[in-house]
């Protein structure tokens, strides 16, 4: 029988109730072969790069407080869902677990920020995964855990590890045998490499492990389940009046996360599509509804105008202090100095003595990125805006979101415009 992929992100497993919705879910599915891949619980993440932070700062007090909080937080959870009497083995792993992290905090980094964050913030997986395999298995769900560090392999660029498909293969074919179990479990977002370290896939890379298991174990169709109800032309939160797309084909999908919309990482299509495996996008909230589907399309597809918007953008421009041309040896000299600080570049303007770019606000790597290009370049950069993208634009939906608005970089395709523009927080209508 075919394989499908589950995917549960934070807000799925976000209390003992979301975990009860996850399980009535999969109950639907529990006679079919599946990998449910599941994310830390929400927030997880968000508290173990503060842990991460007073870690590295030396505040060891402080970082007792928040470590006990997360531990309280996950017991908490496993109480409710199984009950005291029943659940001193989860209780006991999540202890060891919890142990595990603490032994990583007694010693002060001796490492970058980058392996230390992997180390550190990779155990909001391995808390969530617990819980939710005890849970499944108490209520007569079957299940087996798979360490996601056991069967997807890495380099060791930490906090973007690159997979070695061809060992990850051979590594899933060990760990995920459906003669012997139907349903497994296993963590988002985590990795591991050769020499035994856990790297991650950057940050909402749960998506991307569905998509790589997918690839590896020749599924017939990924499912990302999310609290939305299915692909929207753009972020409900941030715009009013959305509309849910019923089909996106890869290709669109691509540009759409290119272009930073949070609703698939950017690099989950990849491995998707090169088998034509289609990923559908549904909500946990109301699983009997249909849901969007990203497929394989030979044919154009009408969309309405779909709207992503980026914050915490700098423009950065640079001009060459001795007023030569910007042209190929500079751009290598420049492009060469973001990768090797791992700097996103969103956009890219030049003209004959000015380079531009529109860049994620990284305060770990963009300071240290801007020093040393002003070796060579006077450096010049705007903080505190917003990229502004729109797919399948037209010039009233353009009037709409840029009017009264500073807009300091634009840029217009056949069918993408994007905009550079102050900030501004909330609903845009």
């Given at each position: ?8 992100g ?39 790069e503060?842990?991460l ?15 006990s ?31 595990q ?22 155990f ?13 298995n ?5 299940n ?12 060791t ?23 012997i ?51 929207l ?16 084909s ?97 956009i ?16 770990l ?27 399948h634009?037209?010039?009233?939906v353009?009037?709409k ?11 217009r395709t ?16």
């Amino acid at each position: 029988m075919s394989v499908r992929i589950f995917k549960f992100g934070g807000a799925s497993v976000k209390s003992a109730e979301a975990i009860r919705n996850l399980a009535q879910i999969v109950s639907q599915y529990q006679h079919e072969n599946l990998v449910i891949v599941v994310s830390a619980m929400a927030k997880t993440t968000n508290n173990l790069e503060e842990v991460l932070s007073v870690w590295m700062k030396g505040d060891f007090d402080l970082l007792e407080q928040k470590v006990s909080s997360i531990e309280r937080f996950h017991v908490d959870t496993a109480l409710e869902l199984i009950g005291g009497n029943t659940s001193h083995i989860l209780l006991m792993e999540l202890r060891s677990l919890f142990l595990q992290l603490r032994e990583k905090l007694t010693v002060r980094p001796a490492k970058n920020y980058d392996f230390h964050y992997d180390q550190i913030v990779s155990f909001g997986e391995l808390f969530s995964t617990r819980i939710v395999n005890h849970y499944l298995n108490h209520i007569g769900i079957t299940n087996k855990l798979v360490d996601a560090r056991r069967c997807l392999r890495t380099d060791t660029t930490y906090r973007e590890g690159i997979i070695d498909e061809s060992i990850s293969a051979q590594l899933c074919q060990r760990e995920f045998d459906f003669s012997i179990v139907r349903i497994y479990l296993t963590q988002g977002f985590i990795a591991g490499t050769e020499i035994g370290t856990t790297t991650t896939l950057g940050r909402e890379g749960s998506d991307y492990t569905a998509a790589i298991l997918a690839n590896l174990l020749n599924a017939s169709d990924v499912t990302i389940w999310k609290d939305v109800e299915g692909i929207l032309n753009a972020d409900p939160k941030i715009f009013v009046d959305t509309q849910k797309l019923e089909f996106v084909s890869y290709q669109e999908a691509i540009e759409l996360a290119y272009c930073g919309a949070q609703i698939i990482h950017p690099k989950t299509i990849k491995p998707i599509q090169n088998k034509k495996i289609p990923l559908h996008v549904r909500s946990f909230l109301n699983s009997n509804a249909t849901g969007s589907t990203i497929a394989h399309s030979d044919k154009p597809i009408s969309l309405p105008p779909v709207l992503v918007l980026k914050r915490k953008q700098v423009l950065v421009t640079l001009t060459p202090r001795d007023f030569s041309f910007v042209i190929e040896d500079c751009l290598s000299k420049i492009f060469a100095m973001l990768y090797r600080y791992r700097v996103k570049v969103n956009i890219i303007h030049n003209s004959a003595i000015n380079f531009t770019v529109c860049v994620d606000d990284e305060p770990l790597r963009l300071p240290q990125a801007i020093q040393e290009l002003q070796n060579d370049f006077v450096v010049r950069y705007n903080t505190n805006l917003m990229l502004l993208t729109i797919r399948h634009y037209s010039a009233d939906v353009i009037d709409k979101y840029t009017w009264n608005r500073t807009v300091y970089l634009q840029q217009r395709t056949r069918s993408t415009a994007r905009f550079v523009m102050d900030s501004e927080e909330g609903i845009l209508s």
